[in-house]
């Protein structure tokens, strides 16, 4: 076979994502850049990072600029004799790192020399002084300085390490980083660049890179192209770190990094390498590695062809500071963000802010992270991993962020179609995800599909929710609300209200225009199935119209089990008592990856379906949930949406999808550090958005929570798709519980202003979404009743008393 017929079946292989051996790199280090070469790289990209071109908001730590190496192109190590000091001290890092908080960083980028107390005394006596025997102890010291006194989290070049070093540092970073920069050993040559450099040594720094990876600690590394090495070295630098890569799966990024000569140092002569021969390394690493390993190329040493960069195969611009230089490369400075984000979208591509750890870990955090790291991460990310586009909290933020993304290109039409004739999990999550113009056209679209069906007309119900309990037997990690019957909590004392207060709240909810009462409690270890059927006879008693609906499924388990009845029995027995409808709560995220972890002892997803299929059955119609913001991601949401579309599509008994965004602030999992501060403001518009269009023509009705939400993001939402606002509640006390500021009430008079303004017609509707003629008017004037004081006394239930 040719040579050249050889380098293309080669080619052909890796475009394939198939495995190639050592020595089919010669026959790839033959091939020339090509058109097909960049475009197979880019296709490659965008099926691992779809759109996305990721950046670190990083400040930049110099810890010392003294070294044991002489590498003859750097300008980063200087001598004793040119440095005020051999090391920043503690107090020095903490500044620089707070400075860096202050102005949107997240990540603190430590660089420094290797061992440099290894060949200066002046390195040695300060470490002494300070109470430190080496430079990565000190390291150690300061990266926990970081941690402690503020929110960014340090990533750490610190050079060859040894075991006992790397289970030191591991706990006080989220990542580390160690460039190979080239495994050819003729560059220790002498004459050569690393020549009198003894951690270039490639099998000093490839033995940290595997014992790393035995540590499971996060890791970059990448080449340095230009210095002396050929296509084929850089090639097998590649090949050995992707080898590394499949048996730990710790190389988070693969740093492409060409050379750049500078005055003052040996290599200042030296031809640099051209934009072409870098564009045909980006496109043969991402060819050769494993896809979920990130491509780096520093945009400030190739500020003049970004464009060019952003379609060769890269996914990541690396740490680019708002506060300090480039140490390594004080020449070059840092491209402005915008300019980076208004080129990405050229190629319809959007530059988003990432962590010090890259988003594919999240899902591992226990083998790749510490607790402490875990948590601090998760405050700062969203569902896709990448760090929060706002500052919104479901439940809590008055204000909603302003989005000034203007619609004039976009590609996500395509996909919008698609959803709409055949949705997949691919093609919902792509929706999901969308930012920028994708993000205002997806809105707009979905606000103009609500139109075609309900025209100007929001409805509301007027209804009361009653707690009865919140002791419960389940431990949801995301719950605040339940309560254990022993001890006082933060949102106040267990209760089980009498079945005379339930009658009551019943009697005045109705006398303040209430045409339903909304029933949900904790799973106490004393209810049985007759608990829920007296209930309904209570409320009975005292009305034969007011709507009940009531009992999550899990409730419905738990009741059908004691009585040791079928589900269908259950349900009908319920039904003959009175109960009308069902709430479709309980369902947080319809995916047991989830579940497992948020509510382990709770319903599974076939389960939960397995309850909604049989109400349906019996002629009982539910509503439809699901809760996000926590530890999901939009591949579980779309999972749970496509569940929800596929059973309507069987049953049509789902009146209502209503996303309840995760109020996280006294949440126990939130609050141990194992979950996020819930949705960002952009994936919950998304989320009814997305709604709308999926469900259109199967489950029409869209509903926005105001207690999740607040007025302003519910005004937002009345632009963004949804035909309903949900009930009054009289008194909501579940968002509440979980450390909302809204909740209580809906009044009508503030909704109406906002209706108004948006020239937007208000409806009043029973639960079923049938229209209701009362004048709202009336129905405010009835709000102005005031409400007398809950009684939330603890009665056994054993011991109600039943009317």
């Not at 009305?543 to 349900?571: Q, W």
């Not at 108004?756 to 049938?770: A, S």
Request: with cysteine; hydrophobic share 35%.
């Amino acid at each position: 076979m040719k040579i050249q017929e050889q380098s293309n079946f080669s080619l052909e292989k890796i475009i394939s994502n198939e495995d190639i051996s050592f020595s089919e790199l010669r026959d790839l280090s033959n091939i020339c850049l090509s058109d097909f070469l960049i475009k197979s790289s880019y296709n490659k990209k965008k099926i691992f990072y779809k759109n996305n071109i990721t950046y670190s908001p990083k400040v930049f730590i110099p810890l010392t600029f003294l070294c044991r190496d002489v590498c003859h192109y750097c300008t980063f190590a200087k001598t004793p004799k040119k440095v005020v000091s051999p090391y920043l001290s503690i107090e020095e890092v903490v500044s620089i790192a707070k400075e860096g908080e202050t102005n949107g960083c997240y990540e603190a980028l430590f660089t420094l020399g290797d061992k440099p107390e290894l060949r200066y005394k002046a390195a040695r006596d300060w470490l002494k002084s300070n109470g430190f025997k080496t430079t990565n102890e000190y390291l150690g010291a300061c990266a926990k300085a970081v941690l402690e006194k503020t929110s960014l989290i340090p990533h750490l070049n610190s050079g060859c390490l040894t075991a006992d070093e790397i289970k030191q540092l591991k706990p006080l970073c989220g990542s580390m980083g160690l460039m190979v920069e080239s495994l050819s050993t003729k560059l220790t040559e002498k004459g050569q660049p690393h020549h009198g450099s003894p951690d270039k040594d490639p099998i000093f720094r490839m033995k940290t890179l595997e014992e790393t990876g035995r540590q499971k600690v996060p890791f970059t590394t990448g080449i340095l192209i230009g210095i002396g090495e050929n296509r084929l070295d850089r090639l097998e630098s590649i090949y050995e770190i992707g080898k590394l890569h499949k048996k730990y799966n710790h190389i988070q990024e693969v740093i492409i990094q060409n050379f750049k000569p500078k005055p003052n140092t040996l290599m200042a002569n030296a031809i640099e390498p051209s934009f072409d021969e870098l564009i045909w390394t980006i496109a043969m690493a991402r060819l050769i590695l494993p896809g979920d390993i990130s491509i780096q190329v520093p945009p400030n040493l190739n500020s003049k062809n970004i464009e060019s960069l952003t379609v060769s195969g890269l996914n990541d611009f690396g740490g680019i500071s708002p506060v300090t230089k480039d140490y390594v490369n004080p020449e070059a400075p840092w491209p402005e963000i915008k300019r980076l984000s208004d080129i990405a979208l050229i190629s319809n591509q959007s530059l988003r802010a990432r962590s010090t750890l890259y988003p594919k870990y999240f899902s591992k955090l226990d083998l790749f992270s510490t607790p402490q790291i875990a948590s601090k991460l998760l405050r700062i990310t969203d569902s896709q991993s990448l760090i929060r586009s706002d500052d919104w909290k479901s439940g809590v933020s008055q204000n909603i962020p302003l989005y000034n993304d203007h619609v004039f290109k976009t590609n996500i039409k395509k996909s919008i179609h698609d959803v709409e004739k055949n949705p997949s999990l691919e093609n919902i999550q792509e929706l999901l995800e969308a930012s920028n113009r994708d993000f205002q056209y997806i809105v707009n679209y979905a606000n103009e599909k609500k139109f075609e069906i309900f025209g100007n007309d929001i409805s509301f119900v007027v209804n009361r929710n009653i707690n009865y309990t919140n002791i419960c037997s389940y431990k949801c990690n995301f719950c605040a609300f339940s309560k254990g019957r022993g001890h006082d909590d933060l949102r106040g004392k267990p209760y089980n209200i009498s079945h005379d207060e339930i009658a009551r709240r019943t009697i005045e909810a109705i006398e303040r225009g209430a045409t339903e009462v909304c029933l949900q409690g904790g799973i106490h270890p004393k209810y049985t199935g007759q608990t829920y059927l007296d209930i309904l006879k209570t409320i009975r008693s005292v009305s034969n119209s007011v709507h009940i609906h009531a009992f999550s499924p899990l409730e419905i388990d738990h009741g059908r089990k004691t009585l040791n009845i079928s589900l269908k029995e259950f349900l009908q027995d319920l039904k003959n008592a009175g109960l009308n409808s069902l709430p479709g709560t309980a369902a947080e995220i319809l995916h047991d990856e989830i579940r497992s972890k948020i509510c382990p002892d709770k319903l599974t997803s076939d389960q939960w379906i397995e309850i909604i299929k049989v109400a349906h059955e019996i002629g009982l119609p539910t509503t439809s949930t699901m809760m996000f913001g926590h530890i999901e991601n939009m591949s579980h949401i779309s999972h749970h949406l496509l569940i929800l579309h596929n059973l309507q599509l069987n049953t049509n008994g789902l009146t209502e999808f209503v996303p309840l965004p995760f109020v996280a602030d006294e949440a126990p999992i939130f609050r141990r550090g194992l979950a996020r501060p819930g949705p960002t403001f952009k994936e919950s518009i998304l989320v009814h958005s997305v709604a709308r269009i999926l469900f259109s023509g199967n489950l029409n009705n869209i509903q926005g929570s105001w207690v999740k939400m607040g007025l302003a993001g519910l005004k937002y939402l009345l632009t963004a798709g949804i035909n309903d606002i949900g009930g009054v509640l009289m008194n909501e006390s579940i968002t509440r519980s979980a450390g909302a500021s809204f909740g209580q009430e809906l009044y009508l008079d503030e909704v109406l202003k906002i209706i108004d303004e948006l020239g937007l017609n208000l409806i009043q509707r029973n639960t079923l979404y049938q229209p209701l003629q009362n004048d709202i008017n009336e129905l405010i004037k009835c709000q102005n009743i005031p409400l007398l004081p809950i009684n939330n006394e603890y009665h056994q239930p054993k011991k109600m008393n039943i009317l």
